[in-house]
């Protein structure tokens, strides 16, 4: 939950409440794939326990995203065309062209899918009505603006932008690593750096002292930082990324073990105990990180 942080500003108030948005998305809930269908999309309950397509706490609201996509290997298809090219070929003595290829690997595509695998995937939404932010659990920004697009279409409107501050975290974090870090950040073990001049150049260190030699030598040598592990206030650890992502975002054994979470008897009781702690971590840490960066830009 919220273990990749992928964060959109609100252009918008967001105006349904956790009852009216389940129940817009109710007639956008998961339907599998048909024996003919490659992917399929829809919502299902946050908390599978439950039937709430919706769950709501400190202002924030929660829906939950799945993919199904059928995994048919083009090995596959590609051996099955060249065995009934060769064959029709063999048969009716002349060259198969391109277009009946094309509709001889359709008709295989076809007839494979019912018996192809399907690979799931599940993209937890969470919608801060009250900072005005959405937090998508997403590995990268395509993943989460698939999420975002079958959101706006069960809603209507959806008008968010991705977030921009007045300094650029690129600068920042590179700043933090030459040695002025602010008093709330610790650097992690972990560093990509990036060469401005050179696409594609980048190295990444990990589980090294992020204050040695070689460090301070890429840095020197002016590459900025892309990625960064950092550790926040004592309360959690995150890498944070020059697209303002957040990846592997991990509350410290004394906020993971704190009350409510020990005290948790159900998985619904546990998701609810863990869901408020990590909006609220995951809210302050934003905004707290967003204004190291210089604050957001007024424009």
């Not at 389940?22 to 919502?43: I, K, M, V, W």
């Not at 799931?120 to 998508?136: M, N, P, Q, S, W």
Request: glycine share 4%.
């Amino acid at each position: 939950m919220l273990k990749n942080i992928v964060p959109y500003r609100l252009l918008e108030s967001f105006a349904l409440d956790a009852e009216a948005l389940a129940e817009a998305l109710d007639t956008h809930r998961f339907n599998p794939c048909g024996r003919s269908d490659p992917y399929a999309q829809g919502f299902v309950p946050v908390i599978p326990e439950l039937d709430a397509l919706t769950h709501a706490a400190n202002g924030c609201i929660a829906l939950m995203l799945r993919e199904e996509e059928k995994i048919l290997p083009a090995s596959v298809v590609r051996d099955e065309l060249n065995e009934r090219v060769a064959e029709r070929e063999h048969r009716e003595h002349r060259k198969i062209r391109k277009r009946e290829k094309d509709a001889l690997k359709d008709e295989i595509v076809l007839e494979l899918l019912p018996r192809a695998f399907s690979r799931f995937k599940h993209t937890l939404i969470v919608i801060d009505a009250a900072e005005g932010f959405i937090y998508v659990d997403a590995a990268s920004y395509r993943q989460s603006e698939t999420a975002l697009e079958a959101l706006r279409e069960a809603i209507g409107s959806l008008p968010v932008a991705p977030l921009s501050t007045e300094d650029a975290p690129a600068s920042v974090m590179t700043d933090w690593l030459s040695g002025n870090p602010p008093r709330e950040i610790e650097l992690g073990e972990s560093v990509v750096l990036e060469d401005p001049q050179t696409e594609g150049a980048r190295v990444t260190i990990r589980r090294l002292d992020l204050h040695s030699d070689q460090v301070r030598e890429h840095l020197a040598a002016g590459l900025r930082v892309q990625r960064l592990s950092v550790n926040y206030d004592e309360r959690l650890s995150a890498t944070l990324d020059a697209d303002y992502s957040i990846k592997q975002f991990q509350l410290s054994d004394v906020l993971a073990e704190s009350g409510e979470l020990v005290e948790a008897e159900t998985a619904a009781q546990r998701f609810d105990a863990e869901f408020a702690l990590r909006t609220l971590e995951a809210r302050a840490f934003l905004k707290a990180v967003l204004a190291l960066y210089g604050g957001e830009a007024r424009s």
